[in-house]
């Protein structure tokens, strides 16, 4: 029992924690909370190991931390699997449950607003590439700021095809960070310039690689 008594402790006290800072979905709290006690449990193991090996050779933090994993490799890979595991699923939570994604309409001089972003729709510029059979790129130039600082100058749009003119493809624009990416489309245009925009914000993407590196 007493074994089990800090991990929950660990759970409970990260839901209260989650809750407070504004986590309300249930499934997304739980599997969070979940998710940091695999977590700390994983590494109350390392720490337990590390601090056994200086207690018997000695030495430094990092080099006992080094002889955890030395000692026995396959135990020690296998809980950073668990680590893996935890934040891939983090980053799962994050990047659905929290997406936000919007479509707007909107000229040239025109702003609108996503989750803390302000995108400012330049205008519809050309580019001629001339390589792999691109007759032309129509692209949207967006330039993207939150609070008054610039944060990313987007260019989505749609590529036509010399032999394929009426089966154009998307460009898709991506600004990532460690705490979310900004996914842009462009639909298409009017004369006008008026254009169509979609955008999705996706938090804690870029965890899902990372999650999958370690694990």
Not at 54 to 62: I, L, V, Y
Not at 112 to 128: I, K, M, N, Q, W
Not at 197 to 213: H, M
């Amino acid at each position: 029992v007493r074994r089990f008594r800090t991990p929950a402790l660990v759970a409970v006290g990260s839901w209260l924690v989650l809750g407070a800072l504004g986590m309300r979905v249930p499934s997304a709290l739980a599997a969070t909370g979940l998710c940091v006690t695999i977590a700390f449990v994983t590494l109350r193991e390392y720490y337990v190991g590390a601090r056994g090996l200086r207690a018997a050779r000695g030495g430094s933090w990092p080099r006992a931390v080094l002889g955890v994993f030395g000692r026995d490799p396959r135990r020690t890979g296998g809980y950073l699997v668990h680590i893996g595991v935890a934040v891939m699923a983090v980053a799962v939570v994050g990047s659905t449950v929290y997406q936000q994604q919007t479509r707007h309409i909107v000229a040239p001089g025109d702003d609108f607003d996503v989750a803390g972003y302000t995108f400012h729709y330049d205008d519809l510029v050309a580019r001629s590439p001339g390589v792999n059979g691109i007759e032309v790129e129509g692209l949207t130039r967006l330039e993207v700021t939150r609070d008054g600082t610039p944060v990313a100058t987007l260019e989505p749009g749609r590529r036509f095809f010399t032999n394929f003119p009426d089966q154009p493809t998307a460009i898709v624009a991506v600004d990532s960070t460690l705490t979310r990416d900004l996914y842009v489309f462009t639909q298409g245009w009017d004369q006008e310039r008026r254009a169509e925009i979609q955008v999705f914000v996706n938090p804690l993407a870029k965890w899902l690689w990372i999650g999958g590196g370690i694990y």
